[in-house]
């Protein structure tokens, strides 16, 4: 999937302090954020805005829009600015607990299968970098009782960074070798840009999009430190793989901002 020009500046997000002491209860199925939930919420990347004009000129009209998997609610608040009321959903209470505040945005804490709509209410449903953690077939059941006739469904993710080949293939290494065992269960669909989700749609074929930020090294290690592998490995470990990371490419990366870029994997349509 080719990468569209949507350049954005970001304000480097605050660097985290990763000790790996004290031992915490594993997070409920499908929860791997809920430890550094105030972290998460800074250092992501923000959607392109011209996603959203496409998903809402896709929905039968703009009155519901149910986001499931909110996080922090970073694709909640945007779809606002289209949709009279968003109601968005999570997991995780402590995502919810650090997520934007908007007067059309509803965030509660329930599962990709517990949406608080009525039936055939919903015009469009959406999970942001989270479907591959759900189970698809009681998310899909949920999203066919939810949604109006012709209602969209639409799911998308990201991958690795695009950068500079020399910072890409260490950026590559330190995923596949180094915390790849740490990676729970669910993100090989995100290997797979998606392609493998068993989602029954009728398909829409949606545009080139992509996610473009400004950063330092210093905020790009921010984000990596967010990964769920990154934070199971200090669980696991006791030590933060980082620091080691950002000397290993602080020679490559230079002492400015770089452009960082991440191709976004969709898929829409509307159910059968």
Do not use: N
């Not at 990763?18 to 997070?27: A, D």
């Not at 469009?124 to 899909?140: C, E, I, M, N, S």
């Not at 006791?238 to 990366?253: A, H, K, M, T, Y």
């Amino acid at each position: 999937m080719s990468e569209l020009p949507f350049p954005q500046t970001a304000s480097p997000p605050d660097p985290l302090s990763l000790s790996g002491e004290g031992e915490k209860e594993e997070p409920v199925s499908g929860d791997h954020f809920s430890d550094h939930a105030a972290d998460y919420a800074k250092a992501r990347p923000a959607y392109p805005p011209e996603l959203y004009q496409w998903l809402a000129g896709l929905a039968p009209a703009r009155d519901v829009v149910w986001d499931a998997g909110c996080g922090s609610g970073q694709a909640s608040v945007a779809l606002a600015e289209h949709f009279i009321r968003v109601v968005a959903t999570d997991i995780s209470p402590q995502q919810i607990a650090e997520a934007k505040l908007h007067d059309r945005v509803e965030y509660s804490a329930h599962d990709e299968a517990t949406c608080p709509l009525e039936p055939a209410s919903c015009d469009l449903v959406t999970a942001a970098q989270a479907a591959h953690w759900f189970d698809l077939v009681a998310f899909v059941a949920e999203c066919r009782r939810v949604l109006k006739p012709r209602g969209v469904v639409a799911i998308w993710g990201y991958g690795l960074t695009k950068l500079a080949t020399e910072i890409d293939v260490e950026v590559q290494r330190f995923y596949t070798d180094e915390v790849g065992p740490f990676w729970p269960s669910g993100r090989e669909h995100l290997d797979d840009e998606y392609r493998d989700l068993e989602l029954k749609l009728e398909p829409i074929d949606p545009p080139p999009f992509a996610m473009t930020v400004t950063w330092d090294l210093a905020a790009f290690a921010t984000y990596l430190s967010t990964w769920s592998a990154v934070q199971r490995y200090i669980k696991a470990k006791g030590e933060d793989p980082i620091p080691p990371l950002v000397e290993r490419l602080s020679p490559v990366w230079g002492p400015g901002p770089r452009v960082v870029s991440w191709p976004l994997y969709l898929r829409v349509g509307r159910l059968p």
